[in-house]
């Protein structure tokens, strides 16, 4: 038994996709009526095409977060101009070492060193 992808709602699968596609220097390997998949270095994530998708409003508790992905880049600055440049919108919070983003559907992330 394995894991597969973590898999990740979306009202756009395949918007979505490519936004992390590009924001992680990996692929879109799928894109089906169903979902997106991107894969690369050994990982993979899923995104799963739901039509009733209400995004989470971090750090709202009556919109709470599902989960959220730690991406870890370099350097703070130059990440977050390539996730703001994709389509990212930056969240309240964050500190000497990570910042908090939300992706185009609304889901939180965090840039980290």
């Not at 990740?8 to 799928?30: K, Q």
């Not at 998949?37 to 998708?53: D, K, P």
């Not at 989470?56 to 730690?70: E, I, T």
Request: contains cysteine; charged residues 20%; negative net charge.
């Amino acid at each position: 038994m394995g894991l597969f992808a973590v898999t990740i709602d979306a009202p756009d699968a395949s918007a979505l996709a490519r936004f992390y596609a590009a924001l992680l220097g990996m692929e879109v390997t799928y894109d089906g009526p169903e979902g997106a998949l991107i894969a690369g270095y050994g990982r993979s994530v899923m995104f799963q095409q739901v039509g009733e998708y209400t995004a989470p409003r971090w750090p709202d508790p009556a919109h709470p977060q599902q989960g959220h992905l730690d991406i870890i880049v370099d350097d703070l600055d130059s990440g977050e101009a390539r996730a703001l440049e994709l389509g990212a919108s930056r969240l309240p919070g964050g500190g000497a070492t990570f910042r908090v983003f939300a992706d185009p559907a609304g889901h939180p992330f965090c840039l980290t060193v």
